[in-house]
């Protein structure tokens, strides 16, 4: 079968090439488990067919900022062809909509985040909260948007706290 020494090493450089392509592929969607969009039906909001009918309207806005530079929160998170969320985006400038035909319901940053798949909490990372001026960190988890909120996420990466 093997006719020479070559055969085989190329047997095995192919091998490995596939293993290790296996292994990225594998760690890459595990990885991504991580990182992907939560659908609203798992975060309990509702889908709402259009603007109109809205009992609970606001509106705040959001600013991630990662070792000080702006991290844009894009257009449309919360919002697909069949479900646009009870709280989603329009465009990409950080104001975030809360919108609830029954009634006032809070929704929560985190809520927000994980929509968008992204973790409030980023490993390697110290997060520091803002809502206006105020440091508000030790309540995070529990923070909700109401009308007019000035939110800021400032994420400063480990090492760039030791250069300091």
């Known amino acids: 079968m093997w006719r020479k020494s070559s ?36 975060l309990g909001l509702e889908c709402l067919e259009d603007h ?18 702006n991290e844009p929160i894009p257009a449309n998170v919360g919002i697909t062809d069949i479900c646009m969320a009870e709280v989603h985006t329009h ?25 968008w798949g992204k973790p409030l909490r980023r490993p390697g990372y110290i997060l520091t909260v803002y809502l206006g001026e105020k440091d508000v960190t030790d309540v995070v988890e529990r923070l909700n948007f109401y009308n007019d909120d000035d939110i800021v996420l400032k994420y400063e990466s480990l090492g760039s706290l030791r250069d300091k």
């Open 7 to 42: 055969d085989w090493f190329v047997f095995l450089g192919v091998l490995l090439a596939v293993l290790v392509g296996f292994g990225a592929y594998k760690f890459n969607l595990e990885t991504k488990k991580l990182w992907t969009p939560v659908t609203s039906k798992e």
């Open 91 to 115: 465009d990409a400038t950080g104001k975030i909509h809360v919108e609830t035909v029954t009634g006032e319901k809070l929704i929560s940053v985190e809520t927000f985040l994980k929509l």
């Open 52 to 69: 109109l009918n809205l009992e609970y309207h606001i509106h705040s806005y959001l600013r991630i900022l990662v070792d000080g530079v």
